[in-house]
């Protein structure tokens, strides 16, 4: 009964912007640190941002000064805000739920995953 439901992805131009949101549900999600994590085809998936509890944000480095990750927690959400969207950033992106989260060791929940292309 537990889900993540993500919102849809889609094509973009780069320099543009794209929201994406995962809603939760069978969870107590304030107390849930909350991630997106992305797959590029034939590459390792890689965490993209990552927010605790307390609401600490944590970046990877190729997405920091361009992504933000906020979480919602009235409406168990979190969003990822991605601005100047370069060709790079497509992959998958996919949602998770940690209530223990360990560097390198990803578990919990996860999000159906949600595609975003970045072309001209």
């Known amino acids: 009964q537990v889900q993540l439901v993500q919102s849809r992805g889609g094509l973009v131009q780069p320099g543009g912007s794209l929201r994406l949101s995962c809603t939760t549900s069978g969870i107590t999600f304030e107390i849930y640190s909350m991630g997106w994590f992305r797959q590029a085809p034939g590459k390792q998936r890689e965490l993209v941002a990552v927010?605790?509890?307390?609401?600490?944000?944590n970046y990877a480095e190729s997405v920091r000064g361009r992504f933000t990750i906020f979480r919602e927690n009235s409406v168990n959400t979190v969003y990822l805000q991605m601005d100047s969207l370069m060709p790079e950033d497509t992959a998958t992106y996919y949602c998770?739920?940690?209530?223990?989260?360990?560097?390198?060791?990803?578990?919990?929940?996860w999000g159906q995953g949600t595609q975003v292309t970045v072309s001209s």
């Open positions: 927010v605790d509890r307390s609401g600490i944000a």
């Open positions: 998770n739920a940690d209530i223990n989260p360990q560097p390198g060791r990803p578990s919990g929940y």
